[in-house]
């Protein structure tokens, strides 16, 4: 038991910073992704026998992404965002002259936290990740043509707020 238990630390402390950021990309917000990270874990942690021998951050990070969507449901709140707000949040935030090629984290982090859930969810998977369409039709429990068509709408959706994303492409270009 002693050696299972060294197996999940070191497991834990290789992998929590990429896993934790993950979670902050998802969800947006620092404490809560901590709290998915840390439920995750314990979930893990139940099961580690069973999966430290073949991929356990797939498994954490399916286990991330469903708690996520399960919190979403279950709290059903939405912030509205007026995108067409000419001198809102995103006005503030022009480009520096010379840079206009190149976007900041921060700029993209701002722009994922105005995204609805499950387009902030797919887009994190897709291009955070590298995962395919099925992979995060899988890891979201959602339909491959629901992940083209949020992916379509989020990447629309961020055009407008950072015009610089235009070197985007559309999914399933």
Do not use: N
Not at 138 to 157: E, F, N, P, Y
Request: net charge neutral.
């Amino acid at each position: 038991m002693q050696e299972l238990g060294e197996d999940f630390v070191a497991f834990v402390r290789a992998r929590q910073g990429a896993l934790l950021r993950s979670a902050y990309l998802i969800c947006g917000d620092h404490h809560l992704a901590e709290d998915l990270l840390q439920d995750a874990l314990a979930k893990l942690a139940k099961r580690w026998e069973r999966v430290r021998d073949e991929q356990p951050e797939a498994y954490v990070r399916k286990i991330l992404y469903r708690d996520t969507i399960s919190r979403w449901r279950r709290s059903r709140r939405e912030v509205l965002v007026d995108h067409q707000d000419p001198g809102g949040l995103m006005a503030a935030r022009a480009l520096p002259d010379g840079a206009t090629a190149w976007l900041t984290a921060d700029q993209v982090r701002e722009a994922l936290r105005l995204l609805p859930p499950r387009q902030r969810a797919v887009m994190v998977l897709r291009y955070f990740e590298g995962l395919s369409e099925a992979e995060i039709a899988s890891a979201l429990g959602i339909a491959q043509g629901t992940v083209k068509s949020q992916a379509s709408d989020a990447i629309r959706t961020l055009r407008r707020l950072i015009p610089a994303v235009d070197h985007l492409p559309e999914e399933g270009s």
